[in-house]
């Protein structure tokens, strides 16, 4: 009864990791990445990637969640309209976010024109700077509902008794957030943090379906370079830049795992 599932699990998972393992042990790979000048820029562009727009993200999530816990019906109905980004396929999305920022005939700059009277709008794609920050924005914009309603979970664990004592001795919101909202969020904030950029770092919708990491290859993060190594049949360079990840993925995972365990003993 067990061997279709050992079977499935052998070919789907065991086989591709040894096998993508095996082909990053080709160290002449790690040499010809190392020496190309694309590599280092992505390792700093994935750095930026992962500190501004999860932890962004983050603050944005924890403020909305606050909003999204009030019991009222039209704040419900902001929430089912809130949360469509997320549930809406990646591939559709984005690229209309492509559409709408092309510097030429896309809709942002075209109101910037109709609005201000702007004649050329900026290179929300062209330009290296405002390409990467748009990335980041689109990113956030999608992934940014999933981790509100994790918050919101969080915050309606908490006992609606701590918040009703609080303001019988006079505490104000800010204080309430402070004694009792964010010490009960606390751990679940940082280890969804760690989980998302563990999930951040392996993303490469947000970068390679807006701008494919461009302009000029400029804008790359690690999960898109091993896509184009890939793409240009250097298998084995797509292979190591996605291994060379590891370092960071690992001590991510380890600590996250450690902080999990705590909470269980």
Do not use: C
């Not at 990646?90 to 024109?113: K, Y």
């Not at 999930?199 to 490469?204: A, V």
């Amino acid at each position: 009864m067990l061997a279709p599932y050992i079977l499935v699990f052998a070919v789907m998972v065991v086989y591709p990791v040894i096998y993508g393992l095996w082909i990053g042990l080709n160290f002449q790979s790690y040499k010809a990445l190392f020496a190309d000048p694309i590599f280092f820029r992505t390792v700093i562009n994935t750095i930026i990637f992962l500190f501004v727009a999860v932890n962004l993200k983050f603050l944005i999530a924890l403020f909305l969640s606050g909003f999204f816990v009030a019991q009222r019906a039209w704040v419900r109905i902001v929430l089912v309209l809130f949360i469509l980004p997320w549930a809406v396929p990646s591939i559709p999305t984005i690229l209309s976010f492509r559409v709408m920022l092309n510097p030429e005939n896309g809709m942002i700059n075209q109101q910037l024109f109709q609005l201000f009277g702007i004649m050329e709008g900026p290179g929300w794609l062209t330009d290296p700077t405002l390409a990467f920050a748009s990335s980041i924005v689109v990113h956030i914009w999608k992934s940014l509902p999933f981790w509100t309603l994790i918050l919101v979970t969080g915050r309606l664990a908490i006992a609606q008794d701590l918040y009703e004592a609080a303001s019988v001795d006079g505490a104000n919101k800010w204080q309430q957030f402070r004694f009792i909202t964010w010490p009960s969020l606390a751990t679940l904030y940082v280890t969804s943090t760690l989980l998302s950029m563990i999930w951040t770092l392996g993303d490469f919708n947000s970068v390679y379906l807006l701008t494919g990491g461009g302009p000029g290859d400029l804008n790359h993060v690690l999960a898109t370079l091993g896509i184009r190594y890939m793409r240009n049949n250097n298998l084995d360079l797509g292979v190591a830049s996605i291994i060379v990840a590891m370092p960071l993925i690992l001590p991510m995972v380890w600590f996250m795992v450690k902080r999990l365990s705590k909470g269980a003993e």
